[in-house]
Structures are given as structure tokens and as C-alpha cells.
């Protein structure tokens, strides 16, 4: 029941938190934007509410079976540690056992999640990439003013949607173009899970109750809230970096690679830049968690009570 209750909080968690991912995405890779509000007030000047929601039909669809093996693999994991530590899948596990338990968790989802985070960057970012295009064409020589005088003279947008970025990244760029990014989501994923899982278990213990094993509704949603922001701070530098390099397909080729991302944005905009969308990642990163793990432990309560 992990994998069910994990899909329906991943779900939900998702719906709730897309639009601020969409901000997050454009102030990391965007240089032109100078803060959050600024962000928000220019999507919606030029796209209105769908800005807000480019590139999510696909993670709707894949996010149910990453949340999945997400918490899934998480609670096997810890369970077979115990097994093998303490003789019983149902031991008290140590918090060390439980941050590796975290850390398998945070790298397997990296195989199925890069795919899906490319084609959300790509989209994300797809209306700076034609505008930036239109520029050019503008500033090229010319004795027509820069107007459009007809429809096949305006740059139509690269990707259609979800599923023709991924054929198309496929097509261009191969099987490695699915996969750019994923050394940095690697060690984006890797140690923001296991701070997510760490982190939750000890406030669901400082939490409960006295005399209960497990922290009311409240506790719950400050719990999951909290882990998610924790998580979200320790993510945060190498999802720029993941960022940068997943969207960097979309013209001219910047980064040779994680390393080179990474010094080359350090030393155009400063050590700062790694920290861009922390505040924003915070914000979002507490309700989208307190409804994943409300939704999680609702649903593995409800199943107990049902088989019970």
C-alpha cells in the first residue's frame, strides 16, 4: 500500500504546487528576471494562468508512479535494513538507517523522473527561447520593418507539447538528450531525499503525542511541510544547475557538462546564483508537502482500518 498511498500523495502534492515550479524554472534560467514578483507579473502579462501551467499534462501522468516508487522503495528499503540489522522488518530503525533508506529512494526516481524534467524545463522555458529568437530575426538586415506580414513568418513554438518534446529531444539529441541533467539530479535527488525522510521521521516523533506512536493531522501537515522546505534548501544549488543544463538545448549549446555549468554560471552571476529560487522553492516546497504526506498517511490509515 507505500506505492498506492504514495501515487495519490504525489498527485496531489503536484496539483498543488505546479504553478510556483513554473516560476522557479524561469527565474533559474532566466537571467532578465530580478525576483519572483517580477516573474509572476511577466508570465501572466504575456500568457495569462496557462503560463503558469506549461509542460504539466505529462508530470500529471508520470507523477503518480514516481511518488510511487518514491515512497515505495523508500519503505522496502527501510524495511529490509532492519531485516538484516535488527531481525525484524518492524523494528524501530536508527536515523541513519532511515537517511540511506531516504537516499535509495532519491536515486532511483532519478531514471524515470530526468526524461519527464526535460521535457518540463524545455516547455517551462520554451516562450523565452522564441523570444529571444524573434530578436534576432528582427535585428538581422533588413528593409522590411520587423512585422510579421504573415503567419509562417513568426517562429511557431519548437514543442507542441509534452510527449512531441520528448520525441523530438529524442530525435535531435538522442537518448543522452532524455538524460542531460541527471548527474546533477543524481545529487539533487540523492541527499534532498534522504534530508526529506530524516527529517519528517524526527518531527513525526517530536510530534506525537504522549502515549501515541504517530502525530495527529496537525502534526502531519507541520511535519511534511517542514520536511519538504528542509529538503528543498538542500536541493536547491544542484537543481539550477539541473535546470541550466536541461534546458540548454534550445539554440545555441552553453554547458559542456555539470562542472562546466557550474563554474561558467558562478562566475557570470556569482556564488548567488546557486541559491536562485530557494525562497520560492520553500514556499512552494510547504503545502505541496504537507498535502503529500496528509494525503500518504490518510490513505495507509484508511487501508489499515479497512483490512483490520
Known sequence: MDFVAGAIGGVCGVA???????????????????????????????????????????PVCTVSLVSSVSFGT????????CQLRYGSPDAKPSKADIALSGYASGLVRVFLTSPTEVAKVRLQTQTQAQKQQRRLSASGPSAVPPVCPAPPACPEPKYRGPLHC??????????RGLYKGSSALLLRDGHSFAT??????????????????????????????CAGVLAWAVATPMDVIKSRLQADGQGQRRYRGL?????????????????????????????????VFVAYEAVLRLTQGLLT
Open 16 to 58: 498543488v504546487g505546479y504553478p510556483l515550479d513554473t516560476v522557479k524554472v524561469r527565474i533559474q534560467t532566466e537571467p532578465k528576471y530580478t525576483g519572483i514578483w517580477h516573474c509572476i507579473r511577466d508570465t501572466y502579462h504575456r500568457e495569462r494562468v496557462w503560463g503558469f501551467y506549461r509542460g504539466l499534462s505529462l
Open 196 to 225: 526529506y525522510f530524516l527529517s519528517y521521521a524526527i518531527l513525526c516523533e517530536r510530534l506525537s503525542p504522549a502515549g501515541h506512536s504517530q502525530p495527529d493531522v496537525l502534526g502531519v501537515l507541520v511535519a511534511g511541510g
Open 74 to 81: 523508500y519503505r522496502h528499503c527501510l524495511a529490509h535494513i
Open 166 to 175: 520528448l520525441a523530438t529531444v529524442a530525435r535531435e539529441e538522442g537518448l
Open 259 to 291: 562542472l562546466h555549468c557550474m563554474v561558467t554560471s558562478v562566475r557570470e552571476e556569482g556564488p548567488r546564483v546557486l541559491f536562485k529560487g530557494l525562497v520560492l522553492n520553500c514556499c512552494r516546497a510547504f503545502p505541496v508537502n504537507m498535502v
